[in-house]
């Protein structure tokens, strides 16, 4: 067996891993419309042997990080919090950190979504009735 085969061997044992597959290549291989095996080459094309053993728990940190980034985008606080700044960039935070961990602890993402929504409008309210007062 020559390098690059034992190589391509040490890449497969990582990749086939149940987690992986589980986790990372099925269903990306399905958003993608492409083969497992398709995805697994392009992997091992991509990526050197450190990046793919590291690979599963990068996905699994990104998770979060792209969660944090939908909240933000979908309760739309980059324009409450960033160009209007009605509401503080702290409490925008405590908001989508209370909302990542009701999602991680079984809840929709639609449901949280939607309470995020609600506890968006009081916090405004609040701002509001602060600002009035003055």
Known sequence: ?????????????????????????????EEFNCTVDELEDVFFDLLDMDSLNAMHGTFKSAEDICLYQKLNADLRLCWFSGTLEVISKEDGKKLKMKLI???????S??????????????????????????
Not at 1 to 21: E, V
Not at 109 to 131: M, N, R, S, T, V
């Open 101 to 107: 961990n009701e999602i991680k602890n079984g809840k």
């Open 1 to 29: 067996m020559d390098d690059d085969a034992k190589l391509r061997l040490m890449q497969k044992r990582i990749i086939k891993s149940y987690a992986w597959q589980r986790d990372i290549v099925v269903p990306l291989s």
């Open 109 to 134: 993402y639609e449901d949280a979504l939607k309470e995020g929504q609600l506890e968006l409008f009081k916090l405004l309210k609040k701002e509001a009735e602060f600002k009035s007062s003055l």
